[in-house]
Every structure is written in C-alpha cells, then in structure tokens.
C-alpha cells in the first residue's frame, strides 16, 4: 500500500494553463485536467481537476490550490484511489515548483 503526504513539485502547469483549467471547459462539458510531477524517489505524476485557486502572495506567481485527483501514476503505474480524492498545493508559476499534499491513501492497481 502506498501512502502520499507532501510532495514537491518540480514541474506543472503554466499560469494560463492554469486560469485555462479555471474557466474553461472541454467539448462536452469535460473538466480540464491538469499535470503535476514530483522530484520523489520514482516519478509521481498527478493529474489533477482544479476546483480553487487563491494567491498567496501580491506576486501573482504563488497559488493555493484546490482540486480532486483525476488520475496518479507512480513509477509507472496508475494507481487506484476511492472517487473524489481531494489534494491540497502550495505552487508558483513562475518556477514550476512548490508543494502538494494528499488527503487519502492509495493503493496499487
């Protein structure tokens, strides 16, 4: 079984992919899904359906942000996860990077 805490990212998103995921939708009312991947051990990629963004700062580069978990793999493979995961992030992007922190476990598909 896998457990997830914080993790830092080391790459994601641009800000207008994130003000995208924000106020656009896809064809057929689809939620955008956004990629988050962490420097971990193995790679943690996160997928990610944004749902609140606030700054933390008067940059206008640092975010918190709000989603649910659309999808994660972890060295390779997806790992499953009860629906409606809830993930928590620190990120600037300007830097690609910060932090994101998980609400459940997860386990192996």
Known sequence: MF???T??????????DLSNALFDKLP??????L??????????RVCVVVNKVSTEDGSR???IIDGYISKIIYD????EK???DKIHFYYRTDKRSGWMKFQHLMTKK
């Open 61 to 63: 580069e640092s975010w």
């Open 35 to 44: 990629d988050f991947t962490t420097n971990s051990e193995k790679l943690l």
């Open 7 to 16: 993790h830092s990212i080391c790459d994601g998103p641009s800000k207008f």
């Open 28 to 33: 057929g009312g689809r939620s955008r899904v």
């Open 82 to 84: 009860p629906p409606g």
């Open 3 to 5: 457990t997830f805490d």
């Open 76 to 79: 390779g493979a997806e790992l």
